[in-house]
């Protein structure tokens, strides 16, 4: 099967050794410095860190993504570059990115985005990036295939059927394509938060990954992380989304700083939204 076919239909691919060790070594000393001076020193200090603090880290963080030599390499990846390319048919920028080196708790499964069509192409992408090779019981990354389509897009629904306010919102998009952005904010807790009982344990793909593989995932694909079983282990790895240039930057809220110096204006076919003009057209016979 083609790749894209793969991502097409599972969500997800897995791309072996996209990074150099050396690199991801040189990465892993300042981000493990930068833990430091905030006071993450291994999983429990990481979980202790007040909310304040945690949001600290979590923009210089960002910044370090942005402004080092060292990351910025590892982010020009052209095996990175080159797959989001040809999903996006635009150039991939980066949105935010995250590197950590213990499995944070509570990681149920959920999705990143709502309201999106699953088809190509695509404007939106995130990669879950293996810093070192994961350890069984260190709470390994899973996705569950095919949950953008079969599962998503339902729970959008359901979700529209028990909020009139977000129902009413999503019934202005087919004139106001600008509202999406509204809609998923405020829609995509509850969508989200629907998920972790759909889903059997048995579905859930449980990635075995070596240092320098990468997972690229659809954000609406139903993802989590296993229980770590043993606190002691790291589970070093970067998450980053990456975004369509032509699209629009959404979730460009804070505490991540907006990397799209120039926001563009939205367009449902921009945004690669949801199609809802026979969702709207079904409603509307109904009636
Ligand atoms: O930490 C992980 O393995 C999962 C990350 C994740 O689900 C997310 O960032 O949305």
Known sequence: MDWREEYSDLGFIVVENVFSHALIDAHLVEATALLREYGAFDAATMAALPIAADDALMVAMLNLHQRSEIARRLLASPIIRSILRQLFE????????????????DMLAHVDTAFRSPDP???????????????PDSGRFY?????????????????????????????????????????????WPFVSAKVAERIEPDERIALDLKKGDVVFFNPAVAHGALAC????????????????QRASGFERGEPFASPFAHPRPISTQQDNLIDIRPILAARAASR
């Not at 920028?93 to 950590?100: K, Q, Y």
């Not at 939106?124 to 090779?133: G, M, Q, V």
């Not at 059927?161 to 600008?178: G, K």
């Open 90 to 105: 635009a150039e991939p920028v980066l949105a935010f990115a995250r590197s950590a080196l213990w499995q944070p708790e």
């Open 121 to 135: 192409p695509y404007s939106i992408c995130r990669t879950w990036c293996a810093l070192e090779d994961i350890h």
């Open 143 to 187: 996705l569950v295939p095919g949950t953008h389509r079969s599962l998503a897009p339902r729970l959008c629904g359901e979700v529209l059927n028990e909020r009139a306010d977000l129902l009413a919102l999503f019934e202005q998009l087919a004139d106001a394509p600008e509202s999406w952005r509204r809609l998923h904010n405020l829609a």
């Open 229 to 244: 079983a043993d606190a002691s282990l790291t589970r070093k790895m970067m998450i980053c989304e990456w975004a369509a």
